[in-house]
């Protein structure tokens, strides 16, 4: 791939991608052969390199294990059909990155190096980037406290690690869920709209709570008693109700994903009418029992859309219809692989594409 930057490479002397079975990706399961790793000390970030994947070695009293000071992104890339990979919405990631950053007292990144070291390291793992329907590189870039005390402290130095590793489909079925109504993952004025490592430590109980009851996810709510609906796992939840997508409006309790933020430019594109506005879990109910709610989805970039079967709100039981491709979810994720894949014009300027 033809791509120059200043990052100093060690390459890996054996490389692991003949290990993959390729047709049996299981999500989050194979890193890529190297890794970009770059740290913060004395007010700067510096010394950006890509090295193989590997262990790392950090104190135990680094920060970041103690006083959760540590944000990711989740991105990725796909093989193009004429053979050029595209990066998806590297500025929007970028964005929310800066934002977890602000929000959890810890050194913004330019754009410039997040993004050159991104490129840099899908351009030299370009062979990792699979082809075919749902597949994907997902990107995890990672920043963490890695200054070594035991005080309660904002932390002086930080590392910044970029990994990736090919990706099938998410979810294979439609999902049956839950509105949680004892627990919350964010409260008002908290740190509900970064993806911060603590968010999800936090939703783990109440989630293993609900998969023991034969639910695949919860959906949370803003914690009131009309129950509204905020997002669900690693996906923002969009409904259909009365041919319209009905969808929680962004706050500080709800994380702002680049998936919904497509799927809703895409929506007003197709002619789609979009509302986002409150809906509480009894709207659903009442939707469900006169026919309106037609359908129900998550949207993340892990998943892309995630189709849901049945919603439990307390001790009723929503049915959604089933599925088919002419399914308002359906036509906006193939419309969204076209653009990725190449296949449809990128009006929105959301693919930065690395040449082969
Ligand atoms: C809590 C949460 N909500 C929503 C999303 C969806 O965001 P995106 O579409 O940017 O992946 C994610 C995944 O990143 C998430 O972790």
């Known amino acids: 791939m033809i791509l120059t930057t ?43 390199k ?17 006083y959760g000071q540590s944000v990711f992104e989740g991105m990725k890339a796909f093989k193009m059909d004429d053979g050029n990979i595209s990066i998806f919405r590297v500025a929007s990631h970028h964005e929310r990155l800066q934002k977890s950053l602000n929000r959890m007292s810890m050194p913004a990144i330019p754009f410039s190096f997040f ?20 597949k994907s590189l997902y990107i ?6 890695s200054e070594g005390r035991f005080g309660v402290k904002i932390s002086e130095e930080y590392l910044f690690i970029i990994m990736a590793g090919p990706v099938g489909s998410f979810y294979p079925k439609p999902l049956n869920v839950k509105v949680e109504d004892t627990y919350t993952r964010a409260a008002q004025g908290g740190t509900g709209a970064t993806k911060c490592a ?16 034969g639910f695949d996810q919860v959906l949370w709510t803003d914690g009131s008693d009309e ?39 895409l929506a007003n594109d197709l002619k789609i ?52 491709s002419d399914s308002i979810c359906k036509q906006l994720e193939r419309r969204l692989t076209a653009i990725r894949t190449g296949n449809a014009n990128d009006v929105f300027k959301w693919n930065t594409v690395l040449l082969k």
């Open 6 to 48: 200043n990052i100093p490479v060690t390459h890996t002397f054996k490389s692991a991608i003949s290990e993959i079975d390729f047709n049996n990706l299981e999500f989050g399961k194979h890193m890529s052969d190297h890794m970009f790793v770059a740290r913060y000390a004395d007010g700067e970030w510096c010394d950006p």
């Open 50 to 66: 890509i090295v193989p994947f590997a262990d790392i070695t950090i104190a135990p009293t680094a920060l970041a294990l103690h």
């Open 115 to 134: 993004d050159d070291g991104l490129k840099a390291l899908v351009n030299l793992d370009h062979a990792w980037v699979p082809e075919g329907e749902g």
């Open 140 to 145: 995890r870039p990672l920043i963490f406290a």
């Open 198 to 213: 603590g968010n999800y430590g936090g939703s783990f109980y109440p989630t293993q709570l609900a998969r023991q009851q």
């Open 227 to 265: 129950l509204n609906i905020e997002e669900s796992g690693t996906m923002n939840v969009l409904f259909v109700i009365d041919n319209c997508i009905v969808t929680p409006p962004l706050s500080d309790t709800i994380l702002g994903g680049i998936t919904r933020d497509s799927l809703l430019q």
């Open 273 to 324: 009418e979009v509302h986002e506005r409150k809906v509480s879990a009894f709207e659903l109910v009442a939707a469900s029992e006169n026919g309106k709610l037609t359908e129900a989805f998550g949207a993340g970039t892990a998943a892309i859309t995630a189709p849901i079967a049945t919603i439990t709100v307390k001790e009723k039981k929503i049915m959604l219809p089933a599925y088919s």
